[in-house]
């Protein structure tokens, strides 16, 4: 609680310091709108770019213009930061397009493939790693998530007798109910389904994380440690951009690569085949035929969450 | 009339006669040797499904061109059940269970293709035709995106994982191996396996406790 009671507060005052803004604008007046931790992290970064991420608009609010400019005063950013002609794209929602994600439960072995995928491609701290993945192991006939184990060993081979493997990650619930609880909308669901994250317009208040059923939602507790070389240039202003201390992050269905007619990492790490991710939209898609063909359920439907991600045995 | 109406009571008592009566329909599709139905072509299993390609095979295949010893006069075919001690030690099979030998699936004559059970020829660069006659409803799932992997994309060409790059042919159970490391507890966060706190759980505990306690309670 310390943290939050005075590091903020004092943070940004420094902040205001360094813009020189001390006396012309209240602390409580940004400290609503925008998150001021991150910009002031980076000492290289110009002062005119700092001083304009900080009065930068919400995503959704901005004019093409202004996302024109934003996407560029990030990648100056990071090229200050880690050296690395980093590209940070908004590639918008593709047309008649609603991403669903369905996993085979008895093709999952619990390699842990696609955790080590996933932190590939999404620029996560590392070293520890943050993981959007979480794979429980699970005995098997019991559906109780409580008692399943993420923490199981990399000593003893996979699948171990009697266990089977459910691997957790944001479910982009079409009734989300962390946007619900984002008291300042830097969280919402896109046309196409993907729950993204303004990490610029995140205040750190991890309402989000409290809200989610389905432990999804991470926090950058600490500035990242992103080594350069580990770095993943291709990325999206919703998705994978490296981010910064103090905010929240989470799956975004790989939204810098799907959108783009890729899969997912995820989906590309996994070496069973247990994952089939497309379009629910399409009546020919194979995740279509998998709703439509398998015995598939949800995590806590009763929550009335209404979740895109489905599981499914055979 | 007496008969059918007997025979009407007989179902209610047992519906599971009903099943029976049907059962010529419904054949053993559980992935065993009985095929839901056996094409007279295996290319015909693929008229109907959505359009996709396959990475070639061939060029994986250390063994390949076969014919530069099989078919050139070299060695002669032998269809005998037998331990492979010249070449191909390595290959057991562990396969069906020993209900098949090699010359179920490679062709006797031109060892560069598969075979069919029907001695129709099958490229080695698609053996998901091959696998299908016994594992069709695997197949189906194969074709529709159920079982199996694509490659690369959600959309756009399908390039699908054949069947052979996920399991060998000769030993298809995919043998367990070692996971990726797992996570680090947060900080702060402890992991003490429920084995180590003596296998008790911490609200049976408190059940425990309760149970004493109100026992203790009783006069």
């Known amino acids: 609680m310390k943290f939050f009671r005075q590091s903020p507060d004092q943070k940004r005052r420094a902040a205001l310091k360094t813009l020189g803004l001390g006396a012309a604008v209240g602390a409580g007046a940004l400290a609503s709108s925008a998150n001021p931790l991150p910009s002031i992290e980076v000492p290289s970064a110009s002062f005119e770019d700092n001083w304009h991420e900080f009065f930068q608009q919400h995503y959704q609010r901005m004019s093409p213009e202004e996302i024109t400019e934003a996407l560029a005063r990030l990648e100056r950013k990071y090229k200050a930061k880690y050296d690395v002609d980093v590209h940070v794209g908004n590639a918008p929602p593709l047309e008649g397009v609603v991403f669903g994600y369905a996993l085979n439960v008895s093709k999952c072995q619990g390699y842990r493939e696609c955790v080590k995928g996933c932190t590939t491609e999404n620029n996560q701290t590392k070293d520890p790693d943050l993981e959007y993945i979480r794979v429980l192991e699970m005995e098997k006939g019991s559906m109780n998530l409580e008692h399943g184990d993420p923490y199981y060993g990399e000593e003893e081979p996979v699948p171990k007798p009697g266990k089977f493997y459910l691997p957790i990650q944001c479910h982009h619930c079409e009734n989300p109910p962390c946007v619900k609880a984002c008291p300042v909308k830097a969280t919402w669901k896109e046309p196409d389904g993907i729950v993204v994250v303004d990490y610029n317009w995140c205040i750190g208040c991890r309402m989000c994380a409290n809200a989610c059923p389905y432990w999804a939602r991470k926090f950058n507790w600490h500035e990242p440690k992103l080594p350069v070389e580990a770095i993943n240039p291709q990325t999206h202003y919703l998705g994978n951009r490296p981010r910064f201390r103090g905010v929240m992050e989470k799956c975004t269905f790989c939204i810098q690569r799907t959108r783009e007619g890729k899969m997912p990492a995820c989906q590309e790490a996994c070496p069973t085949g247990a994952r089939v991710f497309g379009n629910l939209l399409d009546p020919h898609s194979e995740i279509r035929f998998v709703l439509e063909n398998k015995n598939v359920f949800r995590l806590k439907e009763e929550l009335n969450t209404e979740p895109k991600f489905w599981y499914y045995s055979d | ?77 032998n269809e005998k059940v037998r331990e492979l001690t010249d070449m191909h030690a390595e290959i057991q099979l562990q396969h069906g269970g020993g209900r098949f030998w090699c010359t179920t699936c490679h062709d006797l004559t031109d060892r560069n293709y598969l075979v069919s059970l029907k001695k129709q020829r099958i490229s080695l660069n698609d053996p998901y035709l091959l696998c299908g006659q016994c594992h069709s409803a695997r197949q189906k799932d194969y074709f529709m995106g159920a079982h199996g992997r694509r490659k690369a994309n959600w959309k756009g060409e399908k390039r699908l994982t054949n069947c052979t790059e996920c399991h060998n042919p000769h030993a298809p159970k995919t043998p367990p191996r070692i996971p990726r490391t797992k996570p680090v507890a947060r900080m702060g966060l402890s992991i003490v396996p429920t084995e180590e706190l003596g296998g008790e759980k911490v609200w049976e505990k408190y059940e425990e406790a309760k149970t004493s306690h109100s026992e203790s309670k009783k006069p």
């Open chain 2, 1 to 77: 009339m007496k008969g059918r109406l007997f025979l009407l009571m007989l179902l209610m008592l047992f519906p599971s006669l009903l099943w029976a009566l049907e059962s010529s329909e419904i054949r053993n599709d559980g992935d065993g040797v009985v095929a839901a139905k056996q094409y007279d072509d295996p290319k015909e299993a693929v008229a109907r499904v959505p359009a996709f390609v396959t990475d070639l095979r061939t060029d994986k295949l250390v063994y390949y061109p076969c014919e530069n010893c099989h078919t050139k006069g070299l060695i002669a075919p």
